[in-house]
């Protein structure tokens, strides 16, 4: 019914189900089993600046785009106030009007508390509906979108935790169904709990910052788009692990190193096999569960075993070197296994801060040809607030 909406999903999360004959624990951990969920483009990164550097955040210095990576990392944010813009043309290799729009800001309260918010939009472009037939029906402009707002706060010199709450509408039909069904947009409530340790170091004659994060995303109830379907897809609850290290080389430069593992706290999909004798089998777990109980089962349900719940660790990885703290180059690199959707893409981006305002600028080149993802650009626009006041002091 909605073709482009079909091929959006097949392409973000790469997904795949086949039958297999072999039934081995270790020949089914080398096959392919993609993990997908409802609303997938609350896992496209919205920024540029972790979009340079091989999609990471979780542990970065904070700045106004934390609360997607680790709303915690606000509590040691230097600023009193920031408004940033972020605007991704996506998969447009593929169509020519899908746009990914991020705003979001902060606020501090005090020393030790920061509240933020945002805005996170995804635009599917025009879609042509058509009944069983393939006979033109209507066109529509499906979208979805997700409202957060966050609570940062100290808990010492060195640590800080934070919370999120998220609302997220996802509108793929625009009430339309070819099959009579009762179609609807989809809706949800979600929550993100994280926290930020940060502490400094020395190394040689070096000073900097030793780092570390961690969040735990989309925790929330299940998705449906009909009024009386029963079957409901799990969110991206998602766990996300960072470390980062940054060394000041003298008073104009400084070095950044950051790294990110990445798993999906849902069930693994279990595998139909075919035995010798041509019996059919079910290898894994079938998962109706609850969102706590598949929180807890997705460290154990994989059909391949130990060895494929690995595999759906992704890594993400990057590099950021600063210059008067106004000037920045980034790069970066993503990696999934091959089983669970096979993203393998290097990036690379630059960053300009001025007084008032700074811009971010990022480009992915995917490992593997004919990748959806190629030249895939993020623009960032960034607002100081306190550089803003003290230019109008000036003046």
């Known amino acids: 019914m909605i073709r482009r909406v079909t091929l959006f999903t097949l ?54 785009n934390s609360l997607h990576w680790n709303p915690a990392k606000y509590a040691f944010i230097e600023d009193d106030m920031g408004v940033s813009f972020s605007y991704t043309p996506w998969l447009r290799n593929l169509v020519g009007d899908m746009d990914l729009a991020y705003l979001t800001g902060f606020k501090r309260i005090d020393k030790q508390q920061v509240i933020a918010a945002s805005l996170l939009y995804f635009s599917l472009g025009d879609i042509e509906f058509t009944d069983g037939n393939g006979v033109y029906q209507s066109t529509a402009k499906p979208n979805e979108f997700a409202v957060d707002a966050a609570y940062s706060r100290m ?24 099959d009579g069904s009762d179609a609807k947009a989809g809706t949800s409530f979600a929550a993100d709990i994280s926290a930020f340790y940060t502490d400094k170091v020395k190394i040689s004659d070096y000073n900097g910052k030793m780092s570390y994060g961690i969040d735990i995303s989309n925790i929330g109830n299940k998705m449906t788009y009909t009024k009386t379907s029963e079957n409901k897809d799990f969110l991206p609850t998602n766990l996300r692990l960072g470390g980062s290290l940054s060394l000041d080389i003298d008073q104009f430069n400084s070095f950044t190193a950051t790294l990110d593992l990445n798993k999906l706290l849902i069930p693994t999909p279990p595998k139909i096999v ?22 807890f089962q997705s460290f154990s349900d994989a059909p391949g075993g130990f060895k494929e719940e690995l595999h759906e660790i992704s890594y993400a990885g990057g590099v950021e070197y600063l210059y008067k703290k106004q000037f920045a180059i980034r790069a970066g ?6 089983t669970k959707g096979n993203r393998k893409y290097f990036t690379a981006g630059l960053g300009i801060r001025f007084n008032v305002f700074g811009v971010d600028f990022s480009y992915l080149i995917p490992q593997t040809t004919n990748s959806p993802l190629a030249n895939t650009l993020r623009f960032s626009l960034n607002f100081n607030f306190d550089a803003f006041r003290k230019v109008k002091n000036k003046s």
């Open 274 to 295: 075919t035995e010798s004798d041509g019996t059919v089998d079910t290898v894994g777990v079938y998962s109706d569960a609850s969102v706590l109980t598949g929180i």
């Open 333 to 338: 690199y993503f990696n999934e296994h091959q």
């Open 11 to 64: 392409t973000l999360a790469t997904l795949s189900i086949s039958s297999y004959s072999q039934t081995s624990v270790s020949e089914l951990a080398g096959q392919e089993n993609v993990i997908s969920t409802a609303v997938p483009f609350l896992t496209i990164t919205p920024n540029s600046r972790s979009g340079a550097m091989g999609d990471a955040g979780a542990a970065l210095s904070p700045d106004v």
């Open 155 to 178: 808990f010492g010199e060195k640590f800080s935790g934070g919370i999120a709450f998220r609302f997220i509408r996802s509108d793929l039909s625009n009430g339309y169904s070819s």
